[in-house]
């Protein structure tokens, strides 16, 4: 029995820690972008993509892959996170075996591995491409990102060229789930300086070439094809970077090429709130004339939050440099270059964002988090083999370090669940007070309670735009207002018809009162609602608004100019 559980000593460790740490997943629910795709999937099903041309739909650019899944969990499985969780948890718990397997090849050091795997199953750091049905994506990216690696370990290991073939067989998989892989086309071939001896040289590179043609024509294609649209983009999209002040717009990209994988080294074994609990005090410490200011904490949560995480990853960047000459030894100094090169070139595909803080969003980091783990596996190996006694103390602060992070997941988790269970609540409130729609219907929702700033229900995004879905038959409300995102964004406010549908959505009675009269409707159309947050209940109020909608109507007849 011992030894069957030490032969499968690293199954069982990441089966466990994944279990422990995403159990409570599949009571989740919807959090903000799902209903957006959801929509989207209710009003054109998969016909997007048969609506592109040939060349976004080849270079993987309209992710078909990543848009059948959201099809069949947020088209045929409609309201319900448990399938698409449970997809998320199989396919996390299958990479981290890929890292066991990846690393345990190159390393021959089970310690190594096991680290690596257990890491990537706990990071909170990068959570969010496993929780958050909207990123799931990224999951089977990653996926393929690891086969694509593999494969080519095992073209360095044989100079068999069909494994060329087959790594960049499965970069494009992952391409058409996400492009979170798209680095790839510069990474594998390098590692053929990495691990060959091979230099610099004009004729080296050249062999390089010739051995690596497939991956340089279809990535300099699809490098072109793609980052070129959003490189020479005509106008600003949300989230996307343009320049700032004085900066042109390449000059921010190579500082973000240089910036995030830098900021990001640290802070991927750093959760936010960790960092972000000491950045005041050395906010207060060092900036005493920001004290009181309203933008203490935005430096805090920015300049200050980067000057640690550079300064952090300088610090690791020394260490590792000094492990790796202590050592003096081959395999480990060709396999800490393949890790940095990889982590860092694993933020190539967001340099052309915008962060809202130090940290990029939670699921940039997934594919960081392959190579971190690497990382993290050889800084537990360097410290057990300092001392045979001092290794233990080092597995209990390893085991303290996971737990840490697999319980902010839990955590956050737990949030969602009980922010999930509210919404549910409001949804299934108004429904069973209102089952169904009329050809025109207005909802007028409010509460006790503001959310998210002056916004009075627990949504985050537009409440119209989920009432649209909620309700949604593909007869009762016209399918374009919602391949249209009418009413989406947060706090979004208004009515719109076609034909004989009409809907709308308000929180403001004045703004409703407008749109009635704007329209000439009547306010028997309108069904109002109030939300009790303590209880999580809804009360039906439509009976009061409507008198009052007339009583505002009147004094506003009254008071216009004749």
Do not use: C
Not at 22 to 34: A, G, H, I
Not at 198 to 207: A, E, G, L, V
Not at 333 to 361: A, H, K, M
């Amino acid at each position: 029995m011992i030894e069957v559980v030490k032969k499968n000593l690293f199954w069982i460790l990441i089966i466990a820690f994944t279990l422990y740490t995403f159990w409570d997943l599949p009571r989740t629910f919807y959090q903000q972008d799902e209903w957006q795709t959801f929509g989207h999937n209710l009003s054109l099903g998969l016909d997007v993509l048969f609506n592109v041309g040939p060349l976004p739909f080849l270079f993987g650019e309209i992710r078909p892959l990543s848009s059948i899944l959201y099809f069949i969990f947020l088209g045929f499985f409609k309201f319900t996170v448990v399938p698409a969780a449970i997809f998320a948890i199989f396919l996390h718990a299958v990479n981290s075996i890929l890292v066991y397997y990846l690393v345990n090849k190159i390393t021959k050091q089970r310690v190594i591995a096991i680290a690596a795997a257990l890491f990537l199953v706990t990071n909170s750091v990068s959570h969010q491409a496993v929780t958050w049905v909207s990123a799931v994506g990224t999951l089977p990216a990653a996926t393929f990102i690891l086969l694509a690696i593999i494969s080519y370990f095992r073209y360095l290991d044989t100079s068999n060229r069909k494994y060329v073939l087959v790594s960049l067989i499965f970069t494009i998989v992952s391409l058409y789930f996400k492009g979170v892989g798209i680095f790839l086309f510069i990474f594998l071939p390098l590692l053929n300086m990495i691990y060959k001896n091979n230099s610099f040289s004009i004729k080296n590179t050249k062999n390089i070439i010739s051995q690596n043609s497939p991956f340089f024509i279809f990535g300099f294609i699809i490098l072109f094809v793609r980052l070129g649209q959003v490189l020479f983009q005509t106008q600003h999209v949300a989230g996307f970077t343009n320049g700032a002040g004085n900066t042109s717009y390449f000059q921010t990209i190579f500082l973000h090429v240089v910036l995030y994988p830098l900021t990001s080294l640290f802070q991927i074994f750093v959760p936010p709130l960790d960092l972000y609990s000491i950045t005041p005090v050395i906010t207060k410490m060092q900036y005493k004339f920001l004290i009181g200011s309203p933008v203490v904490d935005l430096v805090a949560q920015s300049i200050v939050a980067d000057m640690i995480a550079i300064l952090g990853s300088i610090v690791m960047l020394g260490a590792l440099g000094i492990f790796v000459y202590k050592l003096k030894d081959k395999i480990t100094t060709r396999n800490i270059i393949f890790t940095l090169l990889f982590f860092f070139l694993s933020f190539l595909p967001y340099v052309v964002l915008d962060r809202d803080s130090s940290y990029l969003s939670s699921r940039y980091f997934y594919v960081g988090a392959l190579a971190a783990g690497i990382l993290f596996g050889y800084f537990v190996y360097f410290l057990i083999n300092l001392n045979k006694y001092f290794k233990w103390v080092v597995f209990a602060l390893v085991f303290l370090f996971l737990f840490h992070h697999g319980t902010i997941i839990r955590d956050d988790i737990n949030y969602q669940v009980r922010l999930g269970n509210e919404r549910q609540t409001v949804l299934k409130g108004i429904k069973e007070l209102k089952p169904t729609l009329n050809n025109r219907t207005i909802f007028y929702v409010t509460s006790d309670k503001e959310y998210y700033g002056p916004i009075t229900n627990p949504f985050q995004n537009g409440l119209g735009y989920v009432l649209e879905v909620w309700y949604y038959d593909g007869n009762n409300i016209p399918k374009e207002f919602l391949s249209e995102n009418f009413l989406w964004d947060l706090g979004s406010e208004g009515y719109k018809s076609k034909g004989d549908k009409g809907f709308g959505y308000f929180q403001d009675i004045d703004k409703m009162v407008a749109a009635i009269n704007k329209n000439k409707l009547n306010s028997d159309i309108v069904n109002a609602y109030f939300i009790k947050s303590k209880e999580q209940e809804v009360v039906d109020i439509t009976k009061e608004t409507r008198e009052r909608i007339s009583t505002i109507s009147a004094i506003t007849q009254n008071d216009s100019p004749r």
